[in-house]
């Protein structure tokens, strides 16, 4: 899977806002199963690092 970029640098580090931009910007490449697939790995994950690296598994952050 080609990730799709998106812009996390500079913005609120709250894991939740995070996830957020990440969601939408995976859904507006079409990527509906993998932001949902996305967040629940996130919302299972046990550190805001551990949530971090699966953000950027499916995201190219810039």
């Known amino acids: 899977m080609t990730k799709p970029r998106c812009k996390l640098v500079g ?3 709250n894991i939740f806002n995070l ?3 990440a969601s939408r910007t995976l859904k507006d490449a079409g990527l509906e199963e993998q932001a949902a697939e996305m967040r629940e790995r996130i ?3 046990e550190s805001y690092d551990r949530a ?3 953000i950027m598994e ?3 952050a810039e």
């Open 58 to 60: 499916y995201v190219d």
């Open 52 to 54: 971090l690296q699966i």
């Open 11 to 13: 913005e609120n580090g």
């Open 43 to 45: 919302f299972k994950s």
């Open 19 to 21: 996830m957020g931009i």
